[in-house]
């Protein structure tokens, strides 16, 4: 990150302060400069010069607490470097940013929202399935993102977010789904390259303090869920520091007078991590095209992935947001193009409670409002973006990788004088297209919630107080988004799948439909799963179906019960005929009942696993299952 220290120079020369008093507004500090480093010394003047000199208000004489105060300095250090252009530009931004907020300064004010262009695709049509090819043949040249600095206790859950099961069946995780998504993606677009060639898809991984250290012990305890160590980078993201007013005083921790009180920045660090790593640089090097950023509890978003990248290769993009359809006012962000005044335009994602009054303000007076199609035109941002390398490091290169920032303090009066609590500046990951030139070719893609977005973020009590109707994005909701999908996939391909029943836990009404799981290496697309199945296949609607295995065909299956067959990639099995069974079902669990562990309390349900008919293949060879 850039030095503040020329700036900072040149700033005490005019203000007459480089000299021997130039601490003379902080005499607590001044007594204590003899055990400072030079560059100790340099970053106690640029607090200075920036208003900050309450810092030191409370430090005793020389000899008390030194250690504390050094740690004050390297504090302040890391601080400095991991902002881009240092603390003294966080500083001057907060002060725009604080007095705009106090002003009530509309961010939108001169703007003129319109629907952008994108592409809407329906799932298993023949343009679908063009935009999946497309997108297999462009996997060998993308990496990918993973923003997952988040704890997993807005959900009810201690660990990391990323630890958590996707689903029961299988019990896999998050990370490993994600992980054993990629590589499948990498082996079936490096079996279309001539030749076959195995090159390899990087993964980098957003950390923070609070899951760094989780995130690399599951890593490590689990031999990296198959993927080489090296082909994984970890990127930790600083916190910033917090301010205590509209001038954009530092606060100090209430606990240690020796520490700045820091909070997170938001997931838009990922651009100046990226940056700032030279990963870019080496990904680029490395023949790297494209770069598709995902957050941590989506476990639909692969079913998405090919056909997005196969619109971005298609149409160009330098930047693809994937998206779904959302209601009018649908709690979620709308992405839109806004023209202002001036001429200059943006395509980008605008919160729901912006969008409304700005349409209201602009071009509608009934605000955000259904079309023919019964969805707002603005189609329902999911943070899921992929972005063309080179146009993004050219970006990446003038801006240093910072991201337009918010402040949103909440004020203890309407006179906005003062804060309740200490704020900070906060970005988003999906606020980078805010500083793209107009001839940059940003779109989106959208296709089907069921399809593309089931994130689980809520705990149990809030998602129970969701109106019925809306979406619960909770680990109830989450899990049986997968069996839908997993479903209506199969009755895409000719299989008979029965409808669901209603079911109930934690509060939640949820369609339950068959358990059905595969594993990413069974079928990333539409046409891997039609070209796997075949003939007259049932499934009903108490069955369970966990497929693990590249070479496992199906057909002629009727299944009312239980069926579970693994093969290794060499072994290829036939599976069909009349399986019946007691299968496996589901239990209602407690949200508080504390005998669980908490990954099966906040989900509501355990699955009880009575019988079912089981084929493991681990020799290479041809094999057959029926019952």
């Known amino acids: 990150m850039a030095s503040t220290v020329d700036s900072t120079t040149e700033q005490l020369s005019n203000l007459n302060i480089a000299g021997a008093d130039w601490a003379a507004s902080a005499p607590n500090l001044k007594s204590n400069l003899s055990f400072l480093s030079p560059q100790q010394v340099e970053l106690a003047k640029m607090l200075l010069v920036m208003g900050q000199d309450h810092l030191f208000q409370h430090w005793p004489e020389p000899g008390v607490d030194d250690d504390q105060k050094r740690g004050f300095f390297d504090q302040v250090a890391r601080l400095n470097a991991s902002y881009p252009g240092g603390l003294e530009t966080y500083i001057k931004n907060a002060r725009q940013l604080l007095a705009d907020s106090k002003a009530g300064k509309n961010p939108y004010d001169g703007f003129r929202p319109s629907v952008p262009t994108g592409e809407n695709l329906t799932f298993a049509d023949d343009n679908f399935i063009k935009y999946e090819e497309a997108g297999i043949r462009e996997a060998k040249n993308a990496a990918f993102v993973l923003v997952a600095g988040g704890l997993g206790e807005r959900l009810g859950y201690k660990g990391i977010k990323v630890a958590l099961p996707s689903e029961s069946c299988t019990g896999t995780c998050f990370l490993q789904h994600y992980i054993e998504s990629i590589l499948a993606l990498q082996q079936a677009s490096c079996r279309l390259v001539e030749g076959g060639s195995q090159g390899e898809v990087p993964f980098a991984i957003m950390t923070s303090d609070d899951t760094h250290a989780c995130t690399l012990a599951l890593l490590e305890s689990n031999s990296y869920f198959g993927m080489r160590p090296t082909q994984i980078t970890l990127l930790k993201q600083e916190k910033v520091a917090c301010l205590e007013d509209n001038d954009a005083r530092l606060a100090l921790d209430p606990n240690n007078r020796y520490r700045i009180q820091t909070k997170p920045h938001g997931h838009g660090d990922v651009h100046s991590l990226l940056y700032s790593s030279g990963l870019?640089?080496?990904?680029?090097?490395?023949?790297?095209?494209?770069?598709?950023?995902?957050?941590?509890?989506?476990?639909?978003?692969?079913?998405?992935?090919?056909?997005?990248?196969?619109?971005?290769?298609?149409?160009?993009?330098?930047?693809?947001?994937?998206?779904?359809?959302?209601?009018?006012?649908?709690?979620?962000?709308?992405?839109?193009?806004?023209?202002?005044?001036?001429?200059?335009?943006?395509?980008?994602?605008?919160?729901?409670?912006?969008?409304?009054?700005?349409?209201?303000?602009?071009?509608?007076?009934?605000?955000?409002?259904?079309?023919?199609?019964?969805?707002?035109?603005?189609?329902?941002?999911?943070?899921?973006?992929?972005?063309?390398?080179?146009?993004?490091?050219?970006?990446?290169?003038?801006?240093?990788?910072?991201?337009?920032?918010?402040?949103?303090?909440?004020?203890?009066?309407?006179?906005?004088?003062?804060?309740?609590?200490?704020?900070?500046?906060?970005?988003?990951?999906?606020?980078?297209?805010?500083?793209?030139?107009?001839?940059?070719?940003?779109?989106?893609?959208?296709?089907?919630?069921?399809?593309?977005?089931?994130?689980?973020?809520?705990?149990?009590?809030?998602?129970?107080?969701?109106?019925?109707?809306?979406?619960?994005?909770?680990?109830?909701?989450?899990?049986?988004?997968?069996?839908?999908?997993?479903?209506?996939?199969?009755?895409?391909?000719?299989?008979?799948?029965?409808?669901?029943?209603?079911?109930?836990?934690?509060?939640?009404?949820?369609?339950?439909?068959?358990?059905?799981?595969?594993?990413?290496?069974?079928?990333?697309?539409?046409?891997?799963?039609?070209?796997?199945?075949?003939?007259?296949?049932?499934?009903?609607?108490?069955?369970?179906?966990?497929?693990?295995?590249?070479?496992?065909?199906?057909?002629?299956?009727?299944?009312?019960?239980?069926?579970?067959?693994?093969?290794?990639?060499?072994?290829?099995?036939?599976?069909?005929?009349?399986?019946?069974?007691?299968?496996?079902?589901?239990?209602?669990?407690?949200?508080?009942?504390?005998?669980?562990?908490?990954?099966?309390?906040?989900?509501?349900?355990?699955?009880?696993?009575?019988?079912?008919?089981?084929?493991?293949?681990?020799?290479?060879?041809?094999?057959?299952?029926?019952?």
């Open 280 to 627: 870019l640089k080496v990904w680029h090097e490395a023949g790297v095209k494209w770069v598709l950023f995902f957050q941590d509890t989506n476990g639909l978003l692969f079913k998405a992935i090919p056909a997005a990248l196969g619109v971005s290769a298609t149409k160009q993009y330098h930047v693809n947001s994937l998206a779904v359809p959302r209601k009018a006012k649908e709690a979620i962000g709308g992405i839109a193009k806004l023209t202002h005044a001036d001429g200059r335009t943006m395509v980008i994602n605008v919160e729901y409670n912006q969008l409304d009054p700005l349409l209201r303000a602009t071009i509608n007076p009934e605000g955000d409002v259904n079309c023919e199609t019964g969805y707002s035109p603005f189609p329902g941002n999911i943070n899921q973006l992929i972005l063309e390398l080179e146009p993004y490091i050219a970006e990446l290169n003038k801006t240093g990788g910072a991201i337009k920032e918010f402040v949103n303090p909440k004020y203890k009066d309407t006179s906005k004088t003062s804060f309740k609590s200490s704020t900070r500046l906060e970005c988003m990951m999906q606020d980078y297209p805010k500083t793209l030139p107009p001839t940059s070719r940003v779109g989106f893609t959208v296709m089907d919630a069921w399809l593309a977005y089931a994130p689980v973020k809520n705990n149990p009590e809030d998602a129970a107080k969701v109106p019925k109707g809306n979406p619960y994005h909770s680990a109830t909701s989450g899990e049986m988004a997968i069996y839908k999908a997993n479903s209506l996939i199969l009755r895409k391909v000719g299989v008979q799948v029965d409808d669901p029943r209603q079911g109930v836990f934690n509060g939640q009404e949820v369609e339950v439909w068959p358990h059905i799981a595969w594993k990413p290496k069974w079928a990333l697309t539409f046409s891997d799963v039609k070209a796997k199945i075949t003939g007259g296949c049932s499934i009903s609607q108490r069955s369970t179906m966990v497929i693990n295995g590249r070479n496992i065909f199906i057909k002629n299956l009727s299944l009312d019960g239980a069926l579970v067959v693994s093969s290794v990639d060499d072994a290829e099995v036939k599976v069909g005929g009349s399986i019946e069974n007691k299968g496996w079902i589901l239990e209602n669990v407690d949200y508080g009942d504390s005998l669980e562990p908490e990954e099966v309390r906040i989900r509501g349900f355990k699955i009880r696993k009575i019988e079912q008919l089981e084929g493991n293949y681990n020799e290479p060879g041809k094999y057959c299952l029926t019952p």
